[in-house]
């Protein structure tokens, strides 16, 4: 999710994909819109006001919307949750601080606040649970697509506690905001279905940037606020099984995605280069990759050679002298300066780009060798 800080006169407000990527949904400072991204063509558009989170159920008429605040009738504290069908509404919901993002799965939906998160059953509704979190204002959350398992990663707090639920299923005050040194990289996963933390990971040392769950929540990837590094774990188990190299200088990362098959990873951030990183199925497909990545990795491989014999002795120190693997793809953007959103398809071997200048990006990626991806087709989202 994207909710880009742009200048009063630029029309996008906001840019997802659907949770398998079939489908893009546009905010404006008009309304919004949705289209399918094969064959692209526009699906929904509706032009009452300013829309600051549009998020779709898949390809369902059911659509998560909330406001910008120039409108008393459609604010961004107001969640409304329409029909697109017949335009009708199904419910509203109403919040004491702006909605930053809302996630959705058949099974449940999650709104992030600054620092909390509420939970729901999709279903009718009802609110669950709610969770307190570190300062939070990108709205960094993830939630697995899958019902089955349906996890939720989301920044922890320093001393991890979920806060109880004060009458009318009001959530109570949140405690006093750290200061910014004082708040850690770590994850909390929650069970959404049995209703109970299950870990906490050590992911990074600076705040959490960014978070993204694969399609049935055995991968979590992890970004901090530096940027240059992104960090794979497996669920529910919370072990670090890979890291991989984004670029050696900080960047605000703006989005991680999975490929639906869990086979690659692809970033964008605040440079000009989108990076596609192929995720190793063993260990030896691992040292694959870093052959790949020049002769230097030679001492690297005959380190994890030694580190594999002795595992048992020193893992995480063994692990942690691995240097991240490298990217495989990566394309450039056609216009710097501009936030981006990264998602490869489900259907073809193509990576799809939204921009905030509201523009959809196709390219082609050669699944074998890799290298720089083309441009294949730029599609306009502001019609």
Same mark, same amino acid.
């Given at each position: 999710?994207?909710?880009?800080?742009?200048?009063?006169?630029?029309?996008?407000?906001?840019?997802?994909?659907?949770?398998?990527?079939?489908?893009?949904?546009?905010? @404006?400072?008009?309304?919004?819109?949705?289209?399918?991204?094969?064959?692209?063509?526009?699906?929904?558009?509706?032009?009452?006001?300013?829309?600051?989170? $549009?998020?779709?159920?898949?390809?369902? +008429?059911?659509?998560?919307?909330?406001?910008?605040?120039?409108?008393?009738?459609?604010?961004?504290?107001?969640?409304?949750?329409?029909?697109?069908?017949?335009?009708?509404?199904?419910?509203?919901?109403?919040?004491?601080?702006?909605?930053?993002?809302?996630?959705?799965?058949?099974?449940?939906?999650?709104?992030?606040?600054?620092?909390?998160?509420?939970?729901?059953?999709?279903?009718?509704?009802?609110?669950? =649970?709610?969770?307190?979190?570190?300062?939070?204002?990108?709205? *960094?959350?993830?939630? @697995?697509?899958? &019902?089955?398992?349906?996890?939720?990663?989301?920044? $922890?707090?320093?001393?991890?506690?979920?806060?109880?639920?004060?009458?009318?299923?009001?959530?109570?005050?949140? &405690?006093?905001? &750290?200061? =910014?040194?004082?708040?850690?990289?770590?994850?909390?996963?929650?069970?959404?279905?049995?209703?109970?933390?299950?870990?906490?990971?050590?992911?990074?040392? #600076?705040?959490?940037?960014?978070?993204?769950?694969?399609?049935?929540?055995?991968?979590?990837?992890?970004?901090?606020?530096?940027? @240059?590094?992104?960090?794979?774990?497996?669920?529910?188990?919370?072990?670090?099984?890979?890291?991989?190299?984004?670029?050696?200088?900080?960047?605000?990362?703006?989005?991680?995605?999975?490929?639906?098959?869990?086979?690659?990873?692809?970033?964008?951030?605040?440079?000009?280069?989108?990076?596609?990183?192929?995720? &190793?199925? +063993?260990?030896?497909?691992?040292? *694959?990759?870093?052959?790949? $990545?020049?002769?230097?990795?030679?001492?690297?491989?005959?380190?994890?050679?030694?580190?594999?014999?002795?595992?048992?002795?020193?893992?995480?120190?063994?692990?942690?002298?691995?240097?991240?693997?490298?990217?495989? *793809? +990566?394309?450039?953007?056609?216009?710097?300066?501009?936030?981006?959103?990264?998602?490869? #398809?489900?259907?073809?071997?193509?990576?799809?780009?939204?921009?905030?200048?509201?523009?959809?990006?196709?390219? #082609?990626?050669?699944?074998?060798?890799?290298?720089?991806?083309?441009?294949?087709?730029? =599609? #306009?989202?502001?019609?």
């Amino acid at each position: 999710m994207i909710s880009p800080n742009e200048p009063e006169n630029d029309k996008v407000l906001f840019f997802n994909f659907n949770q398998d990527y079939s489908c893009v949904s546009v905010g @404006t400072t008009s309304g919004y819109q949705m289209y399918n991204c094969d064959p692209f063509g526009q699906c929904h558009s509706q032009g009452n006001a300013g829309t600051s989170i $549009a998020e779709m159920l898949f390809s369902t +008429s059911l659509v998560a919307l909330v406001g910008v605040g120039t409108c008393p009738e459609f604010n961004s504290r107001d969640l409304h949750i329409i029909n697109t069908k017949n335009n009708s509404s199904i419910c509203e919901l109403k919040f004491p601080e702006p909605v930053l993002a809302v996630k959705m799965n058949r099974r449940r939906m999650i709104v992030v606040l600054e620092r909390q998160i509420f939970l729901y059953d999709i279903r009718n509704m009802k609110l669950l =649970h709610s969770f307190e979190t570190v300062p939070n204002p990108k709205g *960094a959350c993830a939630l @697995t697509s899958s &019902p089955e398992n349906c996890l939720i990663a989301y920044p $922890a707090q320093p001393s991890v506690a979920s806060s109880p639920l004060a009458p009318f299923g009001q959530p109570v005050s949140p &405690p006093p905001t &750290p200061k =910014h040194n004082d708040i850690s990289g770590d994850v909390e996963i929650f069970d959404a279905v049995n209703m109970q933390l299950i870990k906490i990971i050590p992911a990074h040392k #600076s705040p959490i940037s960014c978070l993204a769950m694969n399609a049935d929540a055995t991968l979590l990837a992890t970004a901090s606020e530096k940027g @240059t590094v992104i960090r794979m774990f497996s669920l529910p188990d919370a072990n670090k099984v890979f890291e991989f190299r984004r670029g050696s200088y900080p960047a605000s990362i703006y989005s991680i995605s999975f490929n639906l098959a869990s086979t690659l990873l692809c970033v964008s951030s605040d440079t000009e280069t989108v990076h596609i990183f192929r995720i &190793p199925a +063993s260990e030896e497909d691992a040292d *694959a990759e870093e052959t790949k $990545a020049g002769v230097g990795n030679k001492l690297r491989r005959s380190s994890k050679h030694l580190g594999r014999n002795i595992g048992s002795i020193l893992p995480h120190m063994i692990t942690g002298m691995w240097e991240p693997l490298r990217d495989f *793809a +990566s394309l450039k953007l056609p216009n710097t300066g501009v936030r981006s959103l990264v998602a490869l #398809s489900s259907t073809m071997p193509q990576v799809m780009l939204v921009t905030s200048e509201g523009y959809l990006y196709e390219y #082609s990626i050669d699944l074998e060798k890799g290298g720089e991806c083309m441009l294949l087709k730029q =599609h #306009s989202l502001l019609k």
